[in-house]
T-cell receptor
């Protein structure tokens, strides 16, 4: 199985900050990497698919980059509604695996 | 509107069986795979497996193989997740999600609202 490791597990940031979350795969996954956001008590929703493609309706302050084994999600500028947990996911090979999540909290 | 509507919360005892459902609407149900995702209390997302509603072909994560069964009835655009013998550790929220292909990979673009399953004696 491909293991996905996110860092940090949590972070505190202020509105207007630039936030970067990283995701590392245990083996190369070309660009088959997605990012999801889950607000407290809500259903996950996709932000970025295929490493850097912005899902329809998602604000452009979200962006993704990377390739191979190392990927990043950047949020800039951070808005109040962005305080949530973020998950990366690889769909290169089954079992499709998620990272453990990164919780973004208000400083 | 494209949506997945899941069945309501369940409270069961260990050893009991359970079937939860996920009905798709607003799109061609047989054109997209359905995946199931577990979220245990306070924890992250875990992919359980997927089913092709067109031919009911399934692919399970090894972590769930043998403990759950996925099925689909395309005549009523509904996918199912079934347990024959529940355990307390099955207590979680279960999401269904539509998997859409995009070139080199796929992504879960539509999610159901989740079904909370509580297993307790």
């Amino acid at each position: 199985d491909i293991q996905m490791t996110q860092s940090p597990s949590s972070l505190s940031a202020s509105v207007g900050d630039r936030v970067t979350i990283t995701c590392r795969a245990s083996q190369t996954i070309p660009n088959s990497l997605n990012w999801y956001q889950q607000e407290p008590g809500k259903t996950p929703r996709v932000l970025i698919y295929g490493t850097s493609n912005l899902q329809s309706g998602v604000p452009p302050r979200f962006s993704g980059s990377g390739s191979g084994t190392d990927f990043t999600l950047t949020i800039s500028p951070l808005q109040p509604e962005d305080f949530a947990t973020y998950y990366c996911q690889q769909t290169y090979s089954t079992p499709w695996t998620f990272g453990q999540g990164t919780k973004v909290e208000i400083k | 509107e494209v949506q997945l509507m899941q069945s309501g919360a369940e409270v069961k005892k260990p050893g009991e069986s359970l079937n939860i459902s996920c009905q798709g609407s607003g799109y061609s149900f047989t054109s997209y795979w359905i995946s199931w995702v577990r979220q245990m209390p306070g924890k992250g997302l875990e992919w359980m497996g997927r089913i092709d509603p067109d031919d009911s072909y399934t692919n399970y994560s090894p972590s769930f193989q043998g403990h759950v069964t996925m099925s689909a009835d395309k005549s009523i655009t509904t996918a199912y997740l079934q347990w024959h013998s529940l355990r307390a550790s099955d207590t979680a929220i279960y999401y269904c999600a539509r998997a859409i292909l995009w070139g080199d990979g796929l992504v879960f673009d539509i999610w159901g609202q989740g079904t909370m399953v509580t297993v307790s004696s």
